[in-house]
């Protein structure tokens, strides 16, 4: 096989949070189970009515037009235009969309530069079963950002990777919850062999899907083209099940869809919308926090990623960490992190709750990880405490108290626990003295239950080793 390079562009589709739908009133409401809820007139293409756009879904295309860097309104002003098609998900027989003048052109993320970025409505869905296909319209009309990149990738891997990124982003600017599994995120790659012909993968709904996807396409090409044969442009689609994508039907041009202006809708200019104010409120994005967290917080890159996923785990985090630094002048965030995102997190998961429904604050969490660094309770202590101020919402000091799992530091206390230990088994001793080092673990274990946990595990094991030399 050749040495050819891989060429890849991706086109992202985003269903945008808004309360309602693009250009009609109906509930924007991705979770909703019963079809043909939230519909209307307008959504549903009946003759006589008008749309209205819907300012929020533009505020927020614009927003993340301008944390990418990209330009928005690139010629002063953009407009809608109808994309003609049909489909049985699509009832106007047409879709509202933009194609020459859409709201923001420009920008990059992850060294790959982002094409354009414009505003839409979804269709709706279809449900295919062995009696027929059904078709739901609640999700008809919702507004759909569309996010095209130049073919700047050259692996499988770079492009999971800048749709992982992406998806923070949008997560963090609460432009869209961005949930794959339920298609509020849409992948679309188009993969050509040496900037040939392209053929493009539609509907990828997973980022592995994405990864598997691409790298099938590269094997494939490489083997036809190998094989004399010739690479037709065309659309296909990811069956995960078998691995492989199948060929669903020819590719469009523009040209096929015959796109005009929308004449039901006024151009929109840059004048209307307050662009300094959706800069403003852009928040620190992921790459910067993890660039941050890794300067001021000494944490490894890849648990920098960890908790800087979820912006809400972020923001608990560094003021739990603000707070840490507070109270000792060595903090040990090390300690705080693996505290979070193991335990914290470990009972978030047993309870099926969010970080919200915590009754725990990142001021009581700071203490308690300040106590296990000073010795003064046990990491097993430190587990049963946690537990109890996140349903109560105790402070650490209060928890320990009222649970006696304050850590015993007291010497002279724990070498008569130690002498009364090893009075009660000689064997130990005789096993230990013997080179048998893992009945030091079974001393420190014996003493640790009579002290219910509370002796400091550290000093015990000192205690032992210097009464067994």
């Known amino acids: 096989m050749e040495d050819r390079k891989l060429t890849v562009g991706l086109e992202i589709h985003v269903e945008l949070k808004t309360h309602t739908k693009m250009f009609c009133d109906c509930i924007n409401d991705p979770s909703e189970i019963y079809p043909n809820t939230h519909i209307c007139p307008v959504c549903m293409g009946h003759p006589g009515t008008l749309p209205t756009i819907n300012k929020k879904a533009v505020d927020l295309v614009l927003q993340l037009g301008l944390a990418l860097g990209g330009t928005v309104f690139p010629k002063g002003r953009s407009k809608f235009d109808r994309k003609n098609y049909f489909y049985p998900d699509l009832p106007k027989g047409y879709q ?30 279809l449900t295919h079963t062995k ?9 008809a009309g919702a507004p759909l950002m569309e996010i095209v990149t130049e073919p700047d990738i050259r692996s499988a ?74 690479i037709i442009q065309e659309t296909r689609g990811w069956n995960a099940e078998k691995g492989i994508t199948v060929s669903q039907r020819s590719k469009e041009d523009a040209h096929d869809y015959r796109y005009f202006p929308e004449p039901d809708l006024p151009p929109l200019y840059a004048e209307a919308f307050d662009l300094d104010g959706l800069k403003a409120a852009i928040p620190e994005l992921p790459h910067e926090k993890r660039a941050r967290f890794i300067s001021e917080f000494n944490l490894k890159e890849a648990d920098a990623y960890v908790i800087t996923e979820d912006r809400a785990a972020a923001e608990f ?54 106590m296990v660094a000073a010795g003064d309770i ?73 002290t219910k946990g509370t002796g400091n595990p550290a000093m015990l094991r000192e205690i032992f080793e210097k009464l067994l030399k």
């Open 96 to 125: 509202i969309s933009q194609y020459d003048e859409p709201l923001v052109l420009g920008g990059s993320l992850n060294g790959i530069r982002i094409t354009r970025i414009h505003l839409e409505e979804d269709a709706g869905s």
């Open 131 to 139: 009696n027929g296909s059904l078709v739901d319209f609640n999700r």
């Open 157 to 230: 891997k770079e492009a999971a990777a800048f749709g992982e990124e992406l998806r923070r982003i949008l997560r963090y600017l609460q432009t869209s919850d961005a949930d794959m599994e339920k298609g509020l995120m849409r992948l679309e790659a188009n993969i050509s062999i040496n900037m040939g012909t392209k053929v493009e993968v539609k509907n990828i709904n997973s980022f592995k899907a994405v990864h598997d996807a691409i790298e099938y396409e590269y094997k494939r090409h490489n083997e036809a083209l190998d094989a004399g044969e010739k």
């Open 317 to 370: 985090f560094e003021e739990a960490a603000s707070e840490l630094k507070e109270k000792t002048t060595n903090p040990a965030y090390g300690l705080l992190f693996n505290y979070f995102t193991s335990d914290v997190w470990g009972i978030m998961r047993t309870e099926n709750i969010t970080l919200s429904d915590l009754r725990l604050t990142p001021h009581n969490f700071a203490q308690l990880v300040a």
């Open 378 to 450: 046990s990491s097993r202590g430190a587990k049963d405490a946690l537990a109890h101020m996140i349903t109560t919402g105790a402070t650490a000091e209060t928890t320990v108290t009222q649970k006696n799992l304050r850590q015993i530091s007291d010497t002279a206390g724990l070498e008569l626990i130690a002498h009364k230990i090893l009075t009660e088994n000689p064997k130990a001793i005789e096993d230990y003295k013997k080179g048998k080092l893992e009945s030091l673990h079974f001393l420190v274990g014996k003493a640790m239950k009579e």
